[in-house]
């Protein structure tokens, strides 16, 4: 972990602000906000409802325009693409087949058809759905329609994978399973990956890094390396003894702001 952090960081963000108006009302959503993330690290991302954490997801992507601060996004030179972003519901176009679905973001590339489909096949080949390229997301369950659209994000290879509560919508066995999955996937690919969940075990058991965001605007109250080696076994004590003690730092921050904070 310390040999990840002494790299130079693929996202570094200093002072971060986001805020808008709306009906004559300027609501503040980020409020100086400062995150490295280095090179191949799994940070994950937990707040309560409302405190930025999606937002700021957006604003990697472009999406979101910040009012203050710097964003510096700067993956290797080889990647064909910096960051790819999964979003909690899956997205998926019901008149594609899944082999189509998972070659949508390569159209815009300069890659033939036939590499298309070989990098879509890979993909799912990679989310262990190879066999399934040629049904339609009817046809799949909640957990598999969610591989797809990992599948999708890993298909155009991105230096950076964002997701944004990918597991929050599944069943405990289905979520429990796809971080397994995605464990195998990080190890496998080296991906960086910024992981929002309002799940704190989750965090604990995935991350190498867990940053908390507080208030109403946003910023970061807490932040924890998970030094727990990996392989990792669920439910084992020292991750559910972290896991307490960021609920604790995360309930004495929000105590001393005078804030609700639903873990």
């Known amino acids: 972990m310390e040999a990840l952090r002494a790299k130079k960081p693929v996202i570094s963000i200093r ?13 503040e959503v980020l409020r100086g906000l400062d995150l490295d993330v280095a090179p191949g690290e799994f940070v994950a991302i937990v707040g309560s409802s409302g405190v930025g954490k999606s937002t700021l997801l957006r604003v990697l ?45 390569l159209e815009k590339t300069k890659a033939s058809r036939s590499e298309r489909v070989a990098r879509a096949l890979k993909a799912l080949t990679l989310v262990g759905l190879r066999d399934f390229a040629d049904r339609w997301p009817y046809q799949l ?22 997701m944004d509560e990918p597991f929050s919508a599944l069943d405990v066995a289905t979520r429990e399973n796809l971080q397994d999955e995605l464990i195998r996937i990080r190890s496998e690919t080296g991906k960086t990956i910024l992981f929002v969940t309002h799940d704190i075990d989750e965090a604990v058991y995935l991350a190498d890094r867990v940053v908390a965001l507080g208030g109403k605007p946003g910023e970061v109250r807490a932040a924890r390396v998970i030094d727990v080696p990996r392989p990792r076994k669920r439910g084992a004590w ?18 001393a702001a005078r804030e609700d904070w639903v873990i």
């Open 15 to 27: 002072g971060l602000g986001l805020s808008f108006v709306q009906d004559g009302r300027r609501t």
């Open 238 to 255: 020292a991750l559910s003894e972290i896991s307490r003690e960021i609920k604790a730092e995360i309930a004495a921050e929000a105590a």
């Open 141 to 162: 369950s909640g957990g598999q329609r969610q591989r797809v659209a990992l599948a999708r994000a890993l298909a155009v290879d991105p230096a950076i994978l964002l």
């Open 61 to 105: 992507m472009g999406l979101a325009r910040p009012t203050g601060g710097s964003v510096d996004v700067s993956p290797d030179a080889s990647a064909e693409r910096a960051m790819a972003l999964v979003f909690q519901d899956a997205r998926l176009l019901p008149w594609r087949r899944v082999l189509s679905n998972v070659c949508l973001g």
